[in-house]
């Protein structure tokens, strides 16, 4: 979706929406070149404007992940031109923007809906009281607690923060004899979020161990409606941490399936009352595939390039499409990309200093290779794999189907040897 020339049928009428968009990635913001909406960026303190202030109404400075300090600044941006729609593009900033338009009445998703999405407890306690199939969990505050559940889980207990993203403290415990390590690696974490009124930061969710298939419902809503633009299937390291190494775009799924895991986020998303914006749900689907169970609601785009992969098969620009849901309340038309199938695979050296990095020109030249990212240096230092921000480097394919592009990202990835010194970083 390239803007408004691209979406028949669309009408946008005379008014010109006036959008408050926090803290966009330099790497995004020519997206919204030509769309039909006024901007005002709220930018992070310090730092280069140039490129904000040449797109923008006007650029303002705020720290986003306080809702205080964001909401003076809106504040008097609302004084000289009224704030139609709110849309925050980074994690932290979610909550922060959620509290500024209820506050000034724009369109955005409610501080209630937020909440129930960025504490993972609330959301599977909000979910089993409305009779949605959910899993069996603990927030826990002592090691004695979790015990108590582990002893009622078989297949064992996943220990996470209450509040956490990129998969920060995520460790599974089997048994009773890797209690203490998982615990100490759970509660020593640091999310970057305020931790809610009560709660500390050795604040433990502990929920039942789901076995299956893993996977993720992109969609953009608009007033409430819901728009499933792709369901993507994802590759983990697997246990103790299970940090995303991959995903493929569409995922491989018989249409009963399919339907399953979709039916199963888009009532989640009814459940918690998310209205605005692009949404990022994580859905584990149970091995006999009749069951799918939401682990996670995501109120922005997915990470991990995913909604790079959603243009490529679908047409769809998520970015775009989430400033044109909050600001005229419409969703894209039907599209049709230039692939049938798109996937990204991460890679995971070993931790130690970087020596050299090679096979980068190889990778580059095989067949549906998109784009390589991200990649270390000589010299920097990469510690063990615990959680996404331990990678090192990305490599973007698509091809004609999802089997073609996910062979030529697998293949790309193993191409490009990140050799370390073991003698390094630890």
Same mark, same amino acid.
């Given at each position: ?105 724009? *369109? ?25 199939? $959910? ?6 505050? $002592?090691?004695?607690? %979790? *015990? ?94 299970? %940090?995303? $190494? ?15 895991? %979709? ?36 109120? *922005? ?89 331990? *990678? ?35």
């Amino acid at each position: 979706m390239g803007g408004p020339p691209d979406m028949p049928g669309q009408s946008f009428g005379a008014h010109v929406p006036h959008l408050l968009l926090i803290c966009p990635r330099h790497d995004i913001l020519g997206k919204f070149v030509g769309l039909p909406v006024a901007l005002t960026v709220v930018h992070r303190p310090g730092g280069d404007r140039e490129l904000e202030e040449s797109l923008a109404l006007a650029v303002v400075d705020a720290d986003f992940t306080d809702p205080k300090a964001l909401l003076a600044v809106a504040r008097e941006v609302h004084a000289r031109r009224p704030v139609d729609a709110v849309l925050g593009l980074t994690e932290l900033s979610l909550r922060p923007a959620s509290v500024v338009a209820e506050a000034l009445g724009a *369109r955005g998703n409610s501080p209630a809906t937020l909440a129930l999405t960025q504490d993972k407890a609330a959301m599977r306690a909000h979910l089993r009281d409305r009779g949605l199939g $959910t899993v069996a969990h603990r927030v826990c505050s $002592t090691v004695e607690e %979790v *015990r108590a559940l582990l002893r009622g889980a078989p297949a064992g207990v996943i220990l996470k923060p209450v509040e956490g993203n990129g998969g920060t403290g995520v460790h599974l415990v089997r048994t009773e004899a890797e209690l203490d390590r998982a615990w100490a690696w759970t509660s020593g974490a640091r999310t970057g979020f305020a931790w809610p009124q009560g709660a500390s930061a050795s604040t433990v969710l502990a929920e039942e161990f789901l076995t299956g298939q893993e996977f993720s419902v992109e969609s953009l809503s608009a007033a409430g409606r819901h728009q499933v633009l792709a369901v993507t299937r994802k590759h983990t390291s697997g246990a103790p941490h299970f %940090v995303e $190494t991959g995903h493929d775009l569409p995922a491989p799924l018989p249409p009963d399936r399919h339907r399953t895991v %979709v039916d199963a986020a888009v009532k989640a998303l009814d459940a918690v009352g998310y209205a605005w914006g692009p949404c990022h749900t994580e859905v584990m689907l149970a091995e006999d595939g009749e069951r799918a169970t939401v682990v996670e609601i995501n109120a *922005r785009q997915g990470g991990d390039q995913i909604w790079e992969l959603v243009h490529h098969v679908t047409g769809v620009d998520m970015l775009q499409g989430a400033v044109l849901a909050l600001a005229h309340g419409v969703l894209p038309g039907p599209a049709t990309g230039h692939a049938g199938g798109a996937s990204i695979r991460y890679l995971t050296p070993r931790p130690g200093r970087v020596a050299e990095v090679t096979g980068v020109a190889e990778a580059l030249a095989m067949e549906g290779v998109i784009r390589v990212g991200e990649l270390p240096s000589a010299g920097d230092d990469l510690v063990a794999l615990g959680d996404s921000w331990n *990678r090192a480097g990305h490599v973007v394919a698509a091809g004609p189907d999802p089997k073609t592009a996910a062979d030529a990202a697998d293949a790309a990835a193993a191409r490009i040897v990140v050799r370390t010194d073991e003698e390094g970083a630890r």
